[in-house]
C-alpha cells in the first residue's frame, strides 16, 4: 500500500468523524501511527528476507562454487545427470541435501505429495514437459520416486471422503486424487488401522502408484523395457531418520533400508 492511499485513507477517516473533531482528530492520529508501526514493520521482514537471500548465496559462492571451479566450470557448458528424482515440496525433504546430490547430478521434480499423473496430452502438461527433457534429452539413466513422513498431500487425499463435497482448495484435491488407487488399497487392507498409520501405509503406496503410472508414458516405458532406464521408489522418514529403498515391482518391501 502505497503513503497516498494511506493519506487517502487518513482523510476519509477525517471525513467521517468530523462532526466528533475532537474524537475524529484523536481517530487519525492513532491510525496514522499504525499505519507507521505496520510500514516499519514490513521493512522489517523485507530487509531480513534480502539478507537471508544474500548471507545464503555469499555462503554458497564462497564454500562452494570457488572451491570447485573445475565442477561449475564443466557445469556452465553442459549437464549430464544420472537420476530424475520426484520428490514432494515439503521445505523438509530437499532430495540434494538428504541424498548429497551434487550439482548436475540430479534433475529434480518437486510437487505436492511426489505424485506423477497418468500420461494424458491434454492434462498436466508441465509435469509430462518437466520428465520428457531429462528423459529423451539428457538421458537419465535412474528415476527415484521419494515419499515421506507426515505428508500433508497425503493426509489430504486420505482425508477425501468418496461421498463427500469438494473442499475449498483451488488446486490440491484434484491433484492428490492422482493417488487414489493408493488410498483406496490402504482403506482396504488397513482400515482397522489409525488414521496416521494409514497415512504411512499410503505415503509408500502412493510411491508405487507414481511408478505405475510412470510406465503409461511411451518415452519411459521404451526405455524401461530396452534396460536403459531403471525405476525405484523411495520413503523418507524424518522423524526416524531412515531411508527405504525398494525397486519397481516389490510393492512396499523395501529391497535397502538405510538408518
Known amino acids: 500500500m502505497s503513503t497516498e492511499s494511506y493519506e487517502d485513507a487518513l482523510e476519509r477517516l477525517g471525513e467521517l468523524l468530523s462532526d466528533k473533531s475532537d474524537l475524529g482528530n484523536m481517530a487519525v ?6 499505519f507507521c508501526e505496520l510500514e516499519e514493520h514490513k521493512s522489517n521482514k523485507s530487509s531480513d528476507a534480502v539478507e537471508r537471500i544474500q548471507s545464503g548465496f555469499i555462503h554458497f559462492k564462497t564454500h562452494k562454487y570457488l572451491k570447485k571451479p573445475s565442477l561449475y566450470n564443466a557445469l556452465a557448458n553442459n549437464q549430464n545427470p544420472k537420476f530424475l528424482v520426484f520428490a514432494c515440496s515439503d521445505s523438509r525433504v530437499s532430495p540434494s541435501h538428504i541424498l548429497n546430490f551434487q550439482p548436475g ?23 509430462g514437459a518437466a520428465m520428457e527433457y531429462p528423459i529423451t534429452k ?4 535412474n528415476i527415484l520416486v521419494i515419499g ?9 487425499l486420505m482425508s477425501i471422503e468418496d461421498d463427500a463435497a469438494p473442499n475449498k482448495s483451488i488446486f490440491i484435491e484434484n491433484w492428490v486424487k492422482i493417488g487414489t488407487a493408493a488410498k483406496n488399497k490402504i482403506k482396504q487392507e488397513f482400515g482397522d488401522l489409525s488414521f496416521e498409520e494409514q497415512c504411512t501405509h499410503c505415503e509408500k503406496e502412493a510411491v508405487n502408484v507414481t511408478l505405475g503410472n510412470l510406465l503409461s508414458y511411451p518415452f519411459v516405458r521404451e526405455r524401461v523395457e530396452k534396460g536403459m532406464l531403471a525405476l525405484r521408489g523411495a520413503h ?4 526416524n531418520g531412515t531411508f527405504e529403498l525398494w525397486e519397481l515391482d516389490v510393492k512396499t518391501t523395501p529391497a535397502f533400508a538405510f538408518s
Not at 29 to 34: G, I, R, S, T
Not at 138 to 141: A, H, M, P, R, W
Not at 148 to 153: F, I, L, T, V
Not at 236 to 239: A, C, E, H, I
Request: hydrophobic share 35%; with cysteine.
Open 105 to 127: 547430478e540430479a534433475f529434480e521434480i518437486r510437487n505436492i505429495a511426489n505424485m506423477v499423473p497418468p500420461f494424458d496430452k491434454t492434462q498436466h502438461s508441465g509435469t
Open 148 to 156: 515421506h513422513s507426515r505428508c500433508g498431500g497425503i493426509e489430504a
Open 29 to 34: 492520529a492513532k491510525m496514522k501511527k499504525l
Open 138 to 141: 539428457l538421458n537419465v539413466e
Open 236 to 239: 523418507y522418514d524424518f522423524v
